[in-house]
């Protein structure tokens, strides 16, 4: 980004093009899936209390960070597998300041009807799915708090707070670029700058208001 910033040609090569592709989805898609389990792994702290070291166990654990990385590697191999069996034969400006799929489909030669229909198919299901499982794992957890108040009630929806807050930011323009069928120009390109930039910004930020020392240094 720096160095676009200082450059009067903004070029990036193919295999350049590429490699964009292929980690933005590879960290997209692990992230997904780790969310996804820190969902889980609330709902079992909070709903099976109990039971938590025996359900979230050292394996457990291993299993869960092997199947992020997996699931985002395959993701994104898929990616990068149907971006090379496109043919470019005439545009080569991509409208966007980085390169993704669903943009580079956009100077391919052929009819993108079935390229789009293919990215909401794979990254679209893989972003709606990977929401619909934390929605899930917080309305439970925020319907079990209400029906069971404690003191330590009130520690658990301020975590939940800040859990669902990254979720909402990293998710919500996930599904607008990658499983809403119907772009919009303008917005989608606020939404690029925004999950690019403002949401990892973002993400250490509620974080670590949500430690105590970082509290009370600041204060």
């Not at 496109?86 to 489909?105: A, H, K, M, T």
Request: aromatic residues 12%; glycine residues 4%.
């Amino acid at each position: 980004m720096i160095t676009d910033f200082f450059s009067k040609h903004k070029v990036i090569s193919f295999k350049g093009c590429l490699a964009q592709i292929f980690l933005l989805h590879f960290f997209g898609g692990s992230e997904m899936v780790i969310l996804t389990a820190m969902a889980f792994d609330r709902y079992v702290a909070i709903c099976k209390p109990l039971h938590y070291t025996t359900i979230m166990c050292g394996d457990v654990c291993v299993g869960t960070v092997a199947a992020a990385w997996g699931i985002g590697f395959l993701h994104s191999v898929r990616q990068l597998a149907f971006a090379l069996n496109l043919s470019f034969c005439g545009p080569n400006e991509i409208d966007s300041f980085y390169c993704d799929l669903p943009r580079v489909i956009k100077l391919a030669c052929t009819d993108t009807y079935r390229s789009d229909i293919m990215v909401i198919a794979n990254s679209g299901m893989l972003t709606m799915c990977t929401f619909v499982l934390p929605i899930i794992s917080y309305t439970v957890i925020l319907t079990t708090i209400q029906h069971h108040p404690s003191d330590r009630s009130s520690k658990a929806l301020s975590t939940l707070t800040a859990h669902i807050i990254v979720v909402l930011l990293f998710f919500g323009p996930c599904i607008f670029i990658y499983a809403w069928p119907f772009p919009i120009k303008p917005l989608d390109k606020f939404l690029a700058v925004f999950y690019s930039v403002v949401t990892p910004l973002l993400n250490p930020i509620i974080y670590t208001l949500r430690n105590k020392d970082m509290k009370t240094a600041m204060i």
